[in-house]
């Protein structure tokens, strides 16, 4: 009953946000209680609000778009708003389109870690401290033929704390739960660009020679709403 209040209340709690960086926040801080260390790396596509779908495994490109806890990390290390190295990005896509379907996976040690990324730059870029041993990469899927990929989530625990089935089934349900509010985020950034694109266009032109004009373009916000009115 407890892990399914859990489940209830995290989901309740991404939905919350239309903003993508907000969105994935909330997915990080929900994946922590399963772990040490949360990061959710999302397809560039959905930070322009383009679709997915069209995106090509080889053509993958992540950005980290939330990490949790807050603190100092080692230096190399992606944080938010970094790109993931191009190769690490290549290697998470294959990884987790294993025979064509999207799957968790799971690095249960450090050595694993390490022969898998096969690089000391890339442990550095996805591997948080020294005392990361385990790791699930988990991919946030979107249902359809074939299924969509937005991007990936990681949970990473110190030695010592495997990852058991039903905690790894717990963390796919939350994250299988919560892909559809990503995909929200990723629909209302598409639709604030090409309604920012075409107030742009509203704009007066510059006139002839004789009448010189100047124009503005300043997004609406509540605060400006407010002034309009009590103006």
């Known amino acids: 009953?407890?892990?399914?209040?859990?489940?209830?209340?995290?989901?309740?709690?991404?939905?919350?946000?239309?903003?993508?960086?907000?969105?994935?926040?909330?997915?990080?801080?929900?994946?922590?209680?399963?772990?040490?260390?949360a990061a959710v790396d999302l397809d560039f596509a959905v930070w322009t609000g383009e679709a997915?779908?069209?995106?090509t495994q080889g053509r993958i490109r992540l950005r980290r778009?939330?990490?949790?806890?807050?603190?100092?990390?080692?230096?190399?290390?992606?944080t938010p708003g970094d790109d993931l190295p191009s190769d690490a990005s290549r290697l998470l896509s294959q990884a987790i389109r294993r025979d064509d379907a999207a799957q968790a996976i799971v690095?249960?040690?450090r050595e694993a870690i390490e022969r898998v990324l096969g690089s000391p730059r890339l442990v550095r870029a996805l591997v948080p401290g020294d005392q990361a041993a385990g790791v699930a990469f988990i991919p946030l899927v979107l249902d359809g033929t074939p299924p969509v990929v937005l991007g990936v989530a990681e949970v990473w625990r110190r030695a010592g704390r495997p990852f058991g089935d039903g905690e790894l089934l717990d963390l796919q349900e939350l994250v299988a739960r919560t892909s559809?509010?990503?995909?929200?985020?990723?629909?209302?950034?598409?639709e604030h660009t090409q309604v920012l694109a075409l107030q742009r266009r509203l704009l007066p032109r510059t006139g002839g020679d004789t009448i010189e004009t100047a124009s503005v373009y300043q997004p609406t916000t509540p605060t400006a709403r407010a002034s309009a009115v009590t103006g």
């Not at 997915?52 to 995106?55: M, P, R």
């Not at 939330?66 to 603190?71: G, M």
């Not at 509010?181 to 598409?190: E, G, K, S, Y």
């Open 1 to 37: 009953m407890a892990r399914r209040l859990h489940l209830y209340a995290a989901e309740t709690a991404i939905g919350t946000s239309l903003d993508i960086g907000e969105t994935a926040q909330s997915l990080a801080e929900s994946l922590l209680a399963w772990g040490d260390v």
């Open 180 to 190: 559809h509010h990503v995909d929200l985020a990723r629909q209302h950034q598409r």
């Open 107 to 109: 690095m249960p040690d």
């Open 65 to 78: 778009a939330a990490l949790v806890p807050d603190r100092a990390w080692p230096d190399g290390y992606v």
């Open 52 to 55: 997915v779908s069209q995106q």
